[in-house]
């Protein structure tokens, strides 16, 4: 049985028993009510970037945005020895144990690993267990990762935009958490 999280079901409640006991003085929607409502009713996956500097999000990281071009001011660079078919992956020195892959120009997946001092708003950072992202991210499709067999596992953000995909090592803790679209958020060596 799946425990869903009260908070989504108390605060429509309250809101529609409050509704029904106010007079028609009152029917004028409060601002505050109103937007915590309209925060319920769509609950976010991921917040924007602007919750914090070291977040990732379904946007991106670092001022890397997906499906945008790498800003000119940024300081994500293509190392040596790429593929060569419009496929690049993109590090930074200020960024360590994060990489992102470029396709033709436009960012298409951003990866942080440990030691990147990323984590998603939710907490759900390299390191945390599979049961910690079962609990935030409950109906990812999960599958034997391909180098670890199922012991290691991906769970994957069902759908075809910006999508979150976890690596799940042997032991049952994240060891990459990627950010992107298809089909290179699926990759599992690099731009392949």
């Known amino acids: 049985m ?6 989504y079901i108390a605060l429509p409640l309250s809101l529609a028993l409050v509704a029904a006991c106010s007079s028609p003085a009152d029917d004028a929607p409060d601002p505050a009510t ?3 409502a309209d925060a319920v009713a769509e609950p976010a996956t991921v917040p924007s970037q602007s919750t914090g500097a070291k977040a990732l999000t379904l946007e991106g990281l670092a001022g890397l945005t997906i499906g945008q071009p790498v800003p000119e001011d940024s300081s994500f660079v293509a ?4 593929i060569g078919n419009g496929c690049e992956t993109l590090a930074s020195p200020d960024w360590p144990s994060v990489y992102a892959i470029r396709v033709d120009g436009d ?3 951003i990866s942080v690993s440990d030691g990147s001092g990323v984590t998603l708003v939710e907490g759900v950072g390299p390191g945390s267990t599979i049961e910690e992202v079962r609990a935030a991210f409950p109906g990812f499709r ?3 990762h ?5 012991e ?6 069902p759908g075809d935009d910006p999508r979150l995909r976890f690596e799940i090592d042997p032991n ?3 060891s990459i958490i990627h950010v992107g679209v298809m089909p290179e958020l699926a990759y599992v060596e690099g731009c392949a």
Request: hydrophobic letters at 15%; a positive charge; one cysteine or more.
């Open 34 to 36: 109103q937007e915590s």
């Open 172 to 174: 049952g803790t994240v």
């Open 2 to 7: 799946r425990c869903l999280d009260m908070r």
């Open 107 to 109: 960012v298409r997946r």
């Open 152 to 157: 290691g596992r991906y769970l994957t953000q």
């Open 142 to 144: 999960e599958e034997p």
């Open 79 to 82: 190392g040596e020895g790429q």
């Open 146 to 150: 391909k180098y670890t067999g199922p």
